[in-house]
């Protein structure tokens, strides 16, 4: 039974239109934010953020949202796919914020990924940046020596980081705890060691990578649309943003399945699953995989937007960066790793000064969040299967 | 179909030098209700852990339902009919009481990757098929926790927690249920409302056998048809609980006198 | 292989395995009393080989000349400051996460890893670039058959081993050791026993992270260069021995310390390709000897109570 369409929330308004409100808002900001360019209209920017979120909690704004998805979930995800369209569509002529936005789009698929592993699981991955690299580096070898179709590269990059993975998935899954964070650690430092010494894959110097092409249309034009020439980055934007969305959607639908429970299951006790008929080892490599295939997929689309990679662009830092835009969010929480990505991606690029110390920022912000806020950003809910359902008996 | 539901037979387990079980026959007819009793360290809790695979057994056999189950892992033994609580409660707190029963369903839903990712439909009706079951086995305990089954555990007394754990260990209908100190960190009224749970639950559910391994005499008087006595691993008397009471050698394993 | 060749692959094998072993056995103390990971241990190594070379500074400045003076001044200085660092961390950062997820310690020391090596980078003047960090040891070499072994390499090997014998030493020799253990073996029962625990746990991180320092210098010393970025791959190295060996255990830790330097060697003599691959090769084969041992090949005392 459906009563919430009657519900009034924040400031007596029904939570469907404080949903589409919010979105409406978040895509004004979006929008700005991207475009903004002096260091103070950021830092204003980011400010208004951080007072919009802190009343929005304060004031119930954060409860009526929640009602809004979980009563209207269909008309607020069609929202936020419009919403991000009108984004990409009102930059459409901007080169550097249009690559911002994807970078972010594209590091969220990353955290989704780390987050089945780790959130969901409690498997961390420390080589988030390594299987994001081979992703990258498979785009480069297919798209330069191969007449694989880019799009299919893009899956293959998946692929490729789902079977470098199976190499680690036995001292992975036989490990817990700091016995397996020392296998993906030494495997994440050894990716790095090897792309460097290898003269095949370039070296220290690193690879060119081609552009995406879909159907003879190459990603590297601009397209023009009534006459306007766009950026070519709104091609990867929209390609981007659709692998960011159907990530998300499949992320969400497995933590809000039979497979989902299994591994929430597996990370809260893992002795005691196994004796209620769990198979662990199933879980555990199905997250695993899961995992590493959104992150391969991602880096894969992020080789071919930059059209060069490099080994210094897949260091340890950077997985831990990947690992902080989890954290920050909250673990197991889709939202909050969204979130993250936005803090973690756009907030040092649009301030420049920040850039030189964003890891030093990060893990800062990081150690702080552990202390005193352990659940994270935006902290996961207890889990469901359907929100929208809730049986009167 | 034999009357015998379990039987061990020189199980021995090791750990290092330390012999936790040494040489444990013992059988277990459907229907009954069996104490496992005896001082700290003398092998109760190892039995449950050779006898749902968390441990490996060092010798003997396990002969369940009529096939052998020994060495097998957790989760096939699970799936052979045989569910357990733990000692310290072993739920997921942040999960909801409805989440925490379906993981011992597990075994009973479709864990296909396309089905749970793409069968949205197909998935509903699994769940909500759950959630009656679920809720059914809840409400046989108490009607107040069958009105909160989407709250998280962690937010539960031990009463209910235990009682949630019983939920989760029943709801694949096993043949044999292990209880392992279900009265530990509870009162004495809270004692003796599971008790009377556990009753009613094995009025409800016909055949199920169940051991229980207690430190409350009460407890065991007033729930078991047959007890067994262990003592460094060994069995050292069994019987009814009148006749393992009077028993002197159980007296002196307790007590440390001769 | 000629004789020589293969004399100065071990005595860089040994000199590789002594430093390893000392990161190591640091971490086996801090999981030896609280059952953490501090995996900032190898960025406090870095810290304390800059504290050593800004001591050298100093005297520099002073005008002490005798190389020996200098070198004692740079080891007090940076053990010290280190070993008061080390016990700061575990005050502030180790213990406060104590009750939480064993994992959230591992990652706040890699957030503060990371935090300590950025900041080296960002404000130590010219940080970002390395070090030369001075020769104070004799350098005059003994010919052992075609194979030259030079003093300063035989006495940081000789040092190195001794501090790791003294460790040993303190562990299971002294009351201080004996209070570290009890620690290790039953928190609660230390406690009763009259253990001042959390006096106990900061003079070991203390110790460890003292101990890195040594190891930090001795590093500098043999390579003559130190750079902010140093402390990452050690730290990872001392993580994966003390891991190999098992956690907990110190006789584990200077096994694998010697383990992973012989598998550096190994890698760097027998690949035919070519050398660079050693670090590569190394890890390669930690990462299969989990697979193999998963709890290390001196099992951990397995802590799930069923």
Redesign the interface.
Known sequence: MKDNTTKTGWLGLPPLVVGLGAVVAVVIFGWQFLLAESELEVLGLVALAAVAGWAGGKTGLTGSLNEAMRGHGRTMNGAIMIGLLAVIGLLSEEHFPLLMLTTMLLYLTVGLGLNVQFGLT?M?N?AGAAFFGIGAYTSAVLTTHSAVPPLLILIGGGLMAAAIGFL?I??VV??????S???T???G??FK??L??NDVLGGPQGLMVDSMKLFGWDFNDGPQLFGIEMSFYVNYALLGGGLAVLAFM?TQ??ER??????L??VR??E??????????V?AKV?AFTFGNILVGVAGSLYGMMISFIAPNSFT??DS?LM??IV?LGGLGSLWGTAVAAVIVVLLPEKLQILQ??R??LF??L??VM??YR?QGLLPRG?????PS???Q? | MSDILLEFEGLAKSFGGVRALDGLDMSVKRGEIIGLIGPNGSGKTTSFNVMTGVYSPTQGRVRFDGQDITGLSPRKVYEAGIARTFQRSRLCLPLSIFDNIMIGNHARVNNGLWFNLMNRRGLRQQVEDGYAKARDLVAGFSSNLADRMFDPVGALPMIERRRIEICRALVSSPKLLLLDEPSAGMTHDETAQLMDDILAVRDRMGDLSIIIIEHEMGVIERLTDHCVVLSYGKKISEGSYAQIAADSEVQTAYLGVD | MDIGLLGQYLANGMMLGTMYALVAVGFTLFFGVLDVIKFSHGDVLMLGSFTGFTAYLGVLAVGIVNPWLTLVAILVVSITTTAALGAVIARYLVLPLKSAPPLNILLITLMLGTALREAVRLFYPDGSNPKAFPALLPTASVDLGGFALRADSAILMAAGIAVIIGLNLLINRTRLGLAIRAVAQDEETAKIMGINYTMIVLLTFGIGSGAAAFAGIMNGLYYNEINFGMGLLLGLIGFSAAIIGGLGNIYGAILGGFLFAGLQTVGAVALPFASAYKDVFAFGVVIALMAWKPTGLIAERSSDRV
Do not use: K, M
Not at chain 1, 174 to 179: D, E, K, L, S
Not at chain 1, 257 to 262: D, I, R, T
Not at chain 1, 271 to 280: D, E, K, L, M, R
């Open positions: 409690g961390v420390f680690l036995v001292p036989r490990t817990a705890g700091h016995y964070a020392v296998v650690i030494a495997f430092v050894l060691t090897f460097e010494v499949l639908r497995l399945s039979w497979l989902g429970l299994a929430d299951s809260l006790d002795t005691a699953s196994a004796c209620f008929g769990v198979n662990v199933r199905l340890f830092a831990l690992v902080s954290l030189e110390y890891f030093l893990s800062g990081v150690i552990l202390l352990p207890v889990r469901q299967f359907f359902w809730r049986p008996r």
